[in-house]
Structure formats: C-alpha cells, structure tokens
C-alpha cells in the first residue's frame, strides 16, 4: 500500500495545502488589502466603519453577516476608475495565487453598485479589471476571470440593464453573470427577466442561493433562472428530492467553509458542506471574502478535510473535480487538468518517500 495512506495528519494537512487549486466564488470587494483600502478611503474622502471597540478599522471584525454586507458597500465605493480596477484586481489575484496556490480564479464584481457611486462606464470597469489581471498572469501564472454579479438589493431594472451592459460590451475574460448581497431582500424570481436575457445570449448564469435563508431559492435558481452553477446551496441538504436532482445533473455548487460558519452552521461533520460532498454532489471550495472573513482556499480545505476525515487522494479529487466547471473552453480546462495533474504526480513522489521534506512553499500556510 502506498505511503500516502499512511501520512500523518500533519503530511495530510501540507499535502493539502500544496496541492494546485481554482477558485471560482470570491468577490473583488472582499478582497482588498486593507492598506489598500484605506488608502482608496482617504483618496475619495470616504468614511470607513470603526468595526472594533477600541475605535479602529478592522474588516475581519464584523458582529454578524448583515453588518459585514454593509461594509461591502463601503468597500465598493471605494473603487472608482479604471486604474482602481486594475489595482485591485492584480493584488486580489495575486495574493490569493500566492496563499493557496491557485491557478485560476474566477471573481465576481458588482458593476451596478459602483455604477451607483461614480457613475463609471462598465467597460472603464471590465477594462481595468482584465489589464490588472494580465499583470496578475505575468507576475505568478494565475489566470484570472470575471462575473459580473447583480447586487438583489437593486432594482430588476437595474439588474437587466447591467445584464445589456455586458452583452452590449463583450470581453472575453467576463464569462458570465451571478447574484449575491442580502438573500432576505431579493428573491431570485424577482430578476427572471434578467437571467431570461442573458441566457438568450448565451451568458453562463450563477446566483447565491440556499446561503442562509430560505431553502426555496436554491430550486427557483435552477428551475426559474436556468443557472449553470449554484454559490453556496447548503439548505440543499436538507432536501433529498432536489439533492438528487442536482447530483443526477452534475450541477456544480460553489461553497465556502468560511463563510458557512460565519452564518452559523457547525464546524464539524454536520456542516452542509460535508454532507453535500458525501451525497457525491459536484463542490468546490472557495474562500468568498477573505480580508472579511479571515478565509483562504488553503485554510478551508485543511478544515473541510478535518471536519470531512477526508483522506488525501479524496482532497486530490477536491481540487481537480472543479476544472471540469470552470467557465473557460475545453482547451483551457484541458491545460489545466495536465497542469494539474503534472503538479500533483510530482507532489505524490515526494510525500511517497520517507522522510521527504514538508516544507511549504512561501505563503501557503495562509
């Protein structure tokens, strides 16, 4: 029997966290580095919240989810013009690259909400976007994409005009459309003109859903808006005939340890997460907003592999299973299973031989 089934919990946790990932949910608002922020703050003369009790900004103290969106809020009038766009978006791709190792990333921004401070033109926001991602992809390897995302606090006017923007100003690296913010406030039917157009167009279509409120927009998400992914989804395993469903589709959900513990479900085996994966439904791991949330893809799938018991050829599935959901062509999707695949070979031979040295690569600790 291999070595690699006999690895001690602490060669499982670095073999884990060595591995090569994607990453396919986390949003551009909850990525800022906070200097960056607070530089960006001063800048446009923005307040920003006193988020602890001594009186100092913080982004990982937040007393509950709603407190935390309205920070988002904050944090998106911050970003103003292309060049906002394009620094942002290079520190966000290369600080996640170098934390977990990921290759490939897509991320969500809300261009209607920063449309609704500075009135930018979307494609001054696509354009700095990809521009900082291409010095990202020059700088480590990462490849970077972009969703654009409805914010379901604003109207569905405004959500189908931001749904025209993108069609009417195609770029290659925005691959499609989602819905995140305040679930309790927009429910998905509520934007099927939107999703109906999109679709119409042949735009991928994502919407958080099943977060933490009501179970119903996880099946309304697939069957009224025709998304190709579900963001999060965990009320879906409370619900066997539509877990089912999903897994007979392979329909891939996005989840977030991180983000599923700050809403209050447990950290360990009874985490929707695990029972998701243990159902065979398709998931990835995701980090969501990680200066919010303290979060990192490498720090999530060591948890998730603790509170799962998964063993390390389970974690090597983990993280190849994801490519075959990126929204990307097969020729891309098919580099990436070979660079992937090359990686974790390598990674194999040396966790396989005893007393291999367990030293991480910098930052992938994090």
């Known amino acids: 029997m291999s070595r690699l089934a006999h690895l001690t919990s602490e060669e499982s946790d670095e073999f884990t966290r060595r591995l090569p990932k994607v990453e396919l949910h986390c949003h551009l608002a909850g990525m800022l580095r906070p200097g960056t922020l607070i ?21 990982c103290h937040q007393p509950h989810a709603v407190a935390s969106l309205n920070l988002l809020d904050a944090v998106i009038s911050c970003i103003k013009d292309r060049d906002d766009f394009a620094r942002v978006a290079h520190e966000a791709l290369v600080d996640s690259s170098r934390a977990s190792n990921l290759k490939y990333m897509e991320i969500f921004f809300n261009p209607a909400q920063h449309a609704a401070f500075w009135a930018t033109p979307y494609a001054d926001m696509a354009d700095g976007l990809i521009e900082g991602m291409r010095e990202a992809e020059r700088e480590t390897g990462v490849k970077g994409r972009f969703i654009a995302s409805i914010n379901r606090e604003q109207s569905p006017a405004v959500a189908t005009q931001l749904v025209r923007d993108v069609i009417d100003n195609p770029r290659d690296e925005i691959v ?26 042949r735009l991928r279509r994502t919407a958080h859903a099943g977060e933490w409120a009501f179970p119903r927009n996880v099946a309304t998400s697939i069957e009224t808006l025709g998304c190709d992914r579900i963001d999060h989804g965990y009320f879906i395993a409370a619900e066997p005939v539509l877990l089912q469903r999903a897994k007979d ?25 695990v029972e998701m ?43 190849l299973d994801p490519i075959d959901h990126l929204w990307a062509d097969e020729g891309e999707r098919r580099d990436l299973r070979r660079q992937f695949n090359t990686e974790i070979q390598a990674l194999e031979s040396e966790f396989a031989t005893p007393g291999a040295a367990l030293t991480a690569p910098q930052g992938a600790h994090r």
């Open 39 to 59: 530089e960006l703050a001063a800048k446009y003369g923005i307040p920003l919240p006193d988020t602890t009790p001594e009186g100092v900004y913080d982004p």
């Open 277 to 319: 994966w243990r159902q065979g439904l398709s998931i990835s791991l995701n980090s969501d907003d990680p200066q919010l949330d303290g979060s990192s893809v490498n720090r999530d799938y060591v948890a998730f592999r603790h509170a799962a018991g998964a063993d390390t050829e389970q974690m090597k599935r983990l993280a």
């Open 249 to 273: 589709s392979g329909l891939h959900f996005t989840c977030c340890w991180s983000t599923s513990l700050y809403h209050g479900w447990p950290a360990g085996p009874q985490n929707p997460i």
């Open 176 to 201: 499609g459309i989602g819905m995140d913010a305040n679930e309790a406030l927009g429910p998905p039917e509520a934007f099927q003109e939107a999703y109906e157009l999109a679709g119409r167009h």
